[in-house]
């Protein structure tokens, strides 16, 4: 960097002082605080986001969202040339540069850190990173900030692709560096066209049980209402009515995260919609739960959450694998069998786990967070993962695809309109409604209406897959929760010595009883979660954890 690119950045930072007293870490959500605070970071982000486009030599996404957090919150969070989360070898460095306390510290951060990671400022194409924000308020004038990073590092470009869902901007820097067109319209035409395909490879003489093609959708008053309204005019065969979609607080009594987590009708939904298959997104429509409203229930709900979203989509892709199988033998040396896999973290309900493997299907566990079921995912060549919370995508891998496509191609010559070539269509088909970058309520939500419609299920039949086993969670304040270290994705405590024996003895005592601990990322406690048969059992077999938990470690429980 030479001396009039660093007087650039020094006279960029001095606008942008960081907050005093405040301390921000980078995690899966980006940074995320009170919206007033973030202007210095979301300027930091920007210059970050510009260097990481200088050594990848591909555009970088910015995104200015705090999802499902209230109104006043904001964050900011970057995107790979993938189309997925930030690299975690980089947060280091953007939890270094957000918490920089004056202009000359953040400059020699990013001198030493460019020379470490050996980035180039002179001689390579201009850095470009994409810019996307939520409908936030606040979301302006961070955005005017975020620029102003991105500029400060000289030549850089940021575009900005204006009020979009989070799963689109990741989809946009994903096609911008296959070469595709990275435009809204592009998006929604890739969506609707492939969406049109598997509706038209639906079976014939299939009936709905239960439901016609009605969806009500709750859009949590944030942008994914909006999108949904405008491009539910481009799809066919699908009746939707979008409710919560601006008119009210932001993630207020609404929103996948909400309907979730309190197992309740989101606002504007009540006992006149009992029968009616239901969904709602998250605040910037990157989770997608569905639910049905109680008869004579006032607002109570029957959840469908993501665990069953996952058993829906592996059911489908199993069946579609199967039939394109058929009659190969894994002998042949022309046959190839797809390795298909789910990825679950240990809060996934036992019962759905338990589920997936009586269906015959390979299922693995990771740590807690996407980024961890994310990278598990993309070792098969087809690879599920959701989180219970809604949150989760289909990978496909590019081997597999481009073996798919030589099938296909194949099938179309020798056998159009056989069983197998219209297995191999919707596979392709799947893989490009989905947002393989990363979860997508959205496209989520269009792949579940097809299935549905596919199998002839209503959202009762659907639901009635598995029946969850009550669970509980609590957490237990600790002094020092880097005392408990786990193994086998936290299903173990290996740290302290004997916690997990007496644990196991607890768990014992309960018939299909599972429970486990695991530290927080962000706090001092130490989480517990507990399953068994009734709702008495599994709040018995939490408390009793949580006390060994305390005495273990001590310090009182929340």
Same mark, same amino acid.
């Given at each position: 960097?030479?001396?009039?690119?660093?007087?650039?950045?020094?006279?960029?930072?001095?606008?942008?002082?960081?907050?005093?007293?405040?301390?921000?870490?980078?995690?899966?959500?980006?940074?995320?605080?009170?919206?007033?605070?973030?202007?210095?970071?979301?300027?930091?982000?920007?210059?970050?986001?510009? +260097?990481?486009?200088?050594?990848?030599?591909?555009?970088?996404?910015?995104?200015?969202?705090?999802?499902?957090?209230?109104?006043?919150?904001?964050?900011?969070?970057?995107?790979?040339?993938?189309?997925?989360?930030?690299?975690?070898?980089?947060?280091?460095?953007?939890?270094?540069?957000?918490?920089?306390?004056?202009?000359?510290?953040?400059?020699?951060?990013?001198?030493?850190?460019?020379?470490?990671?050996?980035?180039?400022?002179?001689?390579?194409?201009?850095?470009?990173?994409?810019?996307?924000?939520?409908?936030?308020?606040?979301?302006?004038?961070?955005?005017?900030?975020?620029?102003?990073?991105?500029?400060?590092?000289?030549?850089?470009?940021?575009?900005?692709?204006?009020?979009?869902?989070?799963?689109? &901007?990741?989809?946009?820097?994903?096609?911008?560096?296959?070469?595709?067109?990275?435009?809204?319209?592009?998006?929604?035409?890739?969506?609707?066209?492939?969406?049109?395909?598997?509706?038209?490879?639906?079976?014939?003489?299939?009936?709905?049980?239960?439901?016609?093609?009605?969806?009500?959708?709750?859009?949590?008053?944030?942008?994914?209402?909006?999108?949904?309204?405008?491009?539910?005019?481009?799809?066919?065969?699908? /009746?939707?009515?979008?409710?919560?979609?601006?008119?009210?607080?932001?993630?207020?009594?609404?929103?996948?995260?909400?309907?979730?987590?309190?197992?309740?009708?989101?606002?504007?939904?009540?006992?006149?919609?009992?029968?009616?298959?239901?969904?709602?997104?998250?605040?910037?429509?990157?989770?997608?739960?569905?639910?049905?409203?109680?008869?004579?229930?006032?607002?109570?709900?029957?959840?469908?959450?993501?665990?069953?979203? +996952?058993?829906?989509?592996?059911?489908?892709?199993?069946?579609?694998?199967?039939?394109?199988?058929?009659?190969?033998?894994?002998?042949?040396?022309?046959?190839?069998? @797809?390795?298909?896999?789910?990825?679950?973290?240990?809060?996934?309900?036992?019962?759905?786990?338990?589920?997936?493997?009586?269906?015959?299907?390979?299922?693995? &566990?990771?740590?807690?967070?996407?980024?961890?079921?994310?990278?598990? @995912?993309?070792?098969?060549?087809?690879?599920?993962?959701?989180?219970?919370?809604?949150?989760?995508?289909?990978?496909?891998?590019?081997?597999?695809? /481009?073996?798919?496509?030589?099938?296909?191609?194949?099938? =179309?010559?020798?056998?159009?309109?056989?069983?197998?070539?219209?297995?191999?269509?919707?596979?392709?088909?799947?893989?490009?409604?989905?947002?393989?970058?990363?979860?997508? @309520?959205?496209?989520?939500? =269009? +792949?579940?209406?097809?299935?549905?419609?596919?199998?002839?299920?209503?959202? /009762?039949?659907?639901?009635? =897959?598995?029946?969850?086993?009550?669970?509980?969670?609590?957490?237990?304040?600790?002094?020092?929760?880097? @005392?408990?270290?786990?193994?086998?994705?936290?299903?173990?405590?290996?740290?302290?010595?004997?916690?997990?024996?007496?644990?196991?003895?607890?768990?014992?005592?309960?018939?299909?009883?599972?429970?486990?601990?695991?530290?927080?990322?962000?706090?001092?406690?130490?989480?517990?979660?507990?399953?068994?048969?009734?709702?008495?059992?599994?709040?018995? =077999?939490?408390?009793?954890?949580?006390?060994?938990?305390?005495?273990?470690?001590?310090?009182?429980?929340?």
């Amino acid at each position: 960097m030479n001396e009039k690119q660093q007087s650039l950045l020094l006279e960029s930072a001095a606008r942008f002082p960081p907050p005093k007293g405040v301390k921000l870490s980078y995690g899966t959500a980006g940074f995320r605080a009170d919206a007033s605070l973030l202007e210095s970071t979301v300027f930091r982000v920007g210059i970050l986001a510009a +260097l990481r486009s200088l050594k990848t030599g591909s555009v970088i996404g910015l995104m200015i969202t705090a999802s499902h957090n209230q109104v006043s919150d904001n964050g900011v969070k970057v995107a790979d040339p993938s189309g997925g989360m930030l690299t975690q070898d980089w947060e280091p460095f953007a939890d270094a540069i957000a918490n920089a306390p004056d202009p000359h510290s953040l400059l020699q951060l990013i001198t030493e850190f460019a020379k470490e990671e050996d980035i180039v400022f002179e001689g390579r194409q201009p850095p470009e990173v994409l810019l996307g924000r939520d409908t936030r308020p606040s979301g302006e004038a961070l955005l005017d900030a975020a620029k102003q990073g991105i500029t400060s590092i000289v030549g850089a470009i940021g575009t900005d692709m204006g009020v979009v869902t989070t799963p689109q &901007l990741h989809w946009m820097v994903r096609a911008r560096n296959r070469g595709i067109e990275a435009s809204e319209s592009s998006y929604f035409h890739q969506l609707s066209s492939s969406f049109r395909c598997l509706m038209d490879l639906k079976p014939e003489g299939i009936r709905k049980n239960g439901d016609d093609n009605a969806l009500v959708v709750d859009g949590a008053d944030g942008v994914g209402g909006e999108k949904l309204e405008h491009f539910k005019k481009m799809l066919t065969g699908l /009746c939707i009515e979008v409710r919560n979609r601006g008119e009210g607080m932001l993630n207020e009594g609404v929103g996948a995260d909400y309907v979730q987590k309190e197992k309740v009708a989101p606002r504007g939904f009540g006992p006149a919609d009992a029968g009616l298959r239901c969904a709602s997104l998250d605040g910037d429509a990157d989770r997608l739960v569905y639910f049905s409203v109680i008869l004579n229930e006032s607002n109570k709900i029957e959840l469908v959450d993501g665990d069953k979203i +996952l058993s829906l989509f592996a059911l489908f892709i199993k069946e579609q694998l199967s039939i394109l199988n058929d009659g190969e033998s894994k002998k042949d040396n022309d046959s190839y069998q @797809a390795h298909l896999g789910v990825v679950q973290t240990a809060y996934a309900n036992g019962a759905s786990t338990d589920y997936l493997k009586e269906m015959g299907l390979e299922v693995v &566990l990771t740590p807690t967070g996407v980024k961890y079921l994310h990278e598990k @995912a993309a070792e098969f060549d087809i690879g599920i993962y959701f989180e219970a919370n809604g949150h989760g995508t289909i990978l496909f891998s590019e081997a597999y695809l /481009c073996r798919l496509e030589s099938t296909h191609k194949t099938l =179309l010559s020798t056998s159009e309109g056989s069983a197998k070539q219209k297995a191999a269509s919707r596979l392709l088909a799947v893989s490009q409604l989905i947002n393989q970058a990363v979860g997508d @309520a959205l496209s989520g939500l =269009l +792949l579940v209406e097809v299935i549905l419609q596919y199998m002839g299920w209503s959202i /009762c039949r659907w639901n009635e =897959l598995y029946h969850d086993l009550p669970s509980r969670q609590l957490k237990v304040k600790v002094g020092d929760r880097t @005392a408990v270290v786990t193994a086998n994705a936290e299903t173990v405590a290996v740290q302290p010595v004997g916690i997990q024996e007496a644990i196991n003895t607890e768990i014992a005592k309960y018939p299909r009883g599972r429970c486990f601990i695991r530290p927080s990322g962000t706090e001092d406690v130490v989480r517990v979660y507990a399953e068994a048969t009734t709702q008495d059992a599994a709040d018995a =077999l939490a408390s009793s954890v949580a006390r060994l938990v305390d005495q273990y470690l001590g310090s009182g429980s929340a």
